[in-house]
């Protein structure tokens, strides 16, 4: 229901057990290798004052990284994702070979900035404009960025909201309805669109 994918500002990192002094970057997906998991370890290590939520499953544990700033989430999926989405200030997925992945339309329907790899955000070039990438084969490019992107989270707050309007625009089944309705109508007219 993409009534559910909202912008909620009442919702924080203390919604989820967080402290919401600090930034939240969330990741959504299967833990595996090609999702970026060694990517992510890396970045945890790297910024350790940004708390990281790994919501998922998978052979690769991210509690056995032993870093006091990642929370783990097993449980959560469709719905129960939103509040996770809600309280984050950045969606990370760092990962490859999968085209464009629902976790990042969910995360900007409810106004959370996503970072992605250069190829993610090739595999949907509408939304290059609202949305960060960075090449999988530099840490140091994704460090840096994250760490200017969360010392001004007021700043992240406001782009959600342009995100959000994004996701209505392109991504919310009245639009995709209307968008078939007038395919359909096409079609029965012989005309191509």
Known sequence: DSVLYQVDPTVDASSIGLDPHKPVCLFVGRFVEKKGLPILRRLAEALPNVQWVMAGWGPIDPRSWGLANVTVFNDRKGPTLVPLYQAADLLVLPSVGEG???VVQEAMACGTPSIVSTET????????????????????????????????????????????????????????????EQEIALALTGKQG
Request: hydrophobic share 50%.
């Open 100 to 102: 464009f992945p629902l």
């Open 121 to 180: 955000a090739a595999a949907y070039p509408a939304a290059n404009a609202v949305m960060y990438s960075c090449d999988v084969s530099n840490d140091g490019v994704w460090i840096k960025l994250i760490a200017d992107l969360v010392q001004d989270r007021k700043a992240l707050k406001a782009r959600g909201l342009e995100l959000a309007g994004f996701a209505r625009t392109h991504w919310s089944w009245d639009q995709c309805a209307d968008r078939y």
